[in-house]
């Protein structure tokens, strides 16, 4: 992974939401494409105090007053669901980890593993991760 590159990424983003007074932002890749370090890099730069890691286990890190970064792997992939959930399943999967009420304006929220749903009214983006063959990563924000 280019290093380089995704701090680049991360100016550009921690930029944009410094633009929007926070938001939402949805991280897709593989596993293993960068997703955390591109959060981490991001959060470096609005709280440089920050010591930022993978929520993989503890499901949403808050690493400021206004910065959490959530990874919701482990909602959808439960080795005890046999089948995806339904959007009533979701809605209160999503109202049990009390990731709706931090997703106001003020607020930066990181979501990795997403898969598709969209969270509060307040400004989004999400941020596609590529492996290339050569190992570096290709960004594509939308």
């Known amino acids: 992974m280019n290093l380089r590159t995704t701090k680049k990424v991360a100016r550009q983003v ?6 929007h007074n926070g938001g939402v932002v949805y991280l897709h890749g ?7 370090t591109l959060v981490g890099e991001v959060v470096r730069i609005l ?3 920050a010591q930022p890691n993978s929520p993989t286990y503890t499901l949403i890190n808050q690493y400021a007053e206004n910065i959490y970064h959530a990874d919701l792997y482990r909602l ?3 080795d005890n669901l046999d089948v995806q959930p339904d959007e ?4 209160q999967i999503l109202d049990g980890t009390g990731i709706l009420d931090l997703c106001v304006p003020g607020n930066y929220v990181f979501v990795e593993w997403s ?4 969270l509060g009214d307040v400004y989004q983006m999400t941020i596609n991760i590529k492996v ?3 190992g570096n990563r290709e ?3 939308d």
Do not use: R
Not at 14 to 19: D, E, F, G, S, T
Not at 30 to 36: F, S, W
Not at 88 to 91: E, G, H, L, V
């Open 47 to 49: 709280c440089p105090t």
């Open 88 to 91: 009533n399943q979701i809605q």
């Open 139 to 141: 960004f594509i924000i």
């Open 76 to 78: 959808w992939h439960d």
């Open 14 to 19: 921690a930029h944009q939401l410094q633009q």
């Open 115 to 118: 898969h598709g749903i969209k």
């Open 132 to 134: 290339k063959e050569d």
């Open 30 to 36: 593989v596993m293993g494409a960068g997703k955390t």
